[in-house]
């Protein structure tokens, strides 16, 4: 994956073009911005090697679970915030770690099935962490709006092994 990308104007264009519709024809896309068919697949490629691109289908949060995007946000110590996001992003089961300014500076994001899993994982797990000293939880109960372009969550497909 490139750590720092050097993407040309012809690139951003690609990119955004695909952000609005991913099932868009490389034949369209050429016509769109002036190049053949041949450079923009050779681009895409580039693009999806390089890790800054991908395609994949994203669906609803109720789309067949029962899952539930929940929230764990963390009281730690100052000094050991980084090290504490860190433990928490190795979590299997937390899809996303924000480091965040305010009354916390950590929130956690996951999907939950059942509220035992949730209890489990900010108690057990990310509340006996070295440097937390308080958890709040809350559970999305409705979802009035959801960018998937900002943030892809979608539940894991394979086994957990939280051992």
């Known amino acids: 994956m490139a750590t720092n990308p050097n993407l040309d104007q012809l690139d951003i264009q690609l990119i955004d073009l695909l952000a609005r519709d991913a099932r868009v024809s ?4 050429a016509v769109e911005l002036g190049v053949t068919e041949g450079t923009v697949r050779g681009r895409i490629k ?7 691109i991908a395609f994949t289908a994203i ?4 789309m067949g679970t029962r899952a539930r995007l929940a929230f764990i946000n963390v009281q730690a110590n100052a000094d050991k915030v980084r090290e504490v996001a860190a433990q928490i992003a190795d979590l299997p089961s937390i ?12 929130t956690a994001m996951c999907l939950i099935d059942e509220l035992d899993t949730l209890v489990e994982i900010a108690s057990d797990r990310i509340l006996s962490l070295s440097g ?3 958890v709040e939880t809350s559970i999305a109960v409705k979802t009035a709006k ?6 892809k969550i ?4 394979d086994p957990i092994d939280e051992d």
């Open 26 to 29: 490389n034949r369209k896309i």
């Open 46 to 52: 580039r693009l999806q090697q390089d890790g800054l």
């Open 59 to 62: 669906t609803g949060f109720e």
């Open 95 to 106: 899809n996303a770690v924000l480091i965040t300014m305010g009354q916390f500076n950590i």
């Open 132 to 134: 937390v000293h308080h």
């Open 146 to 151: 959801y960018n998937s372009r900002m943030a």
């Open 154 to 157: 979608t539940p894991r497909t």
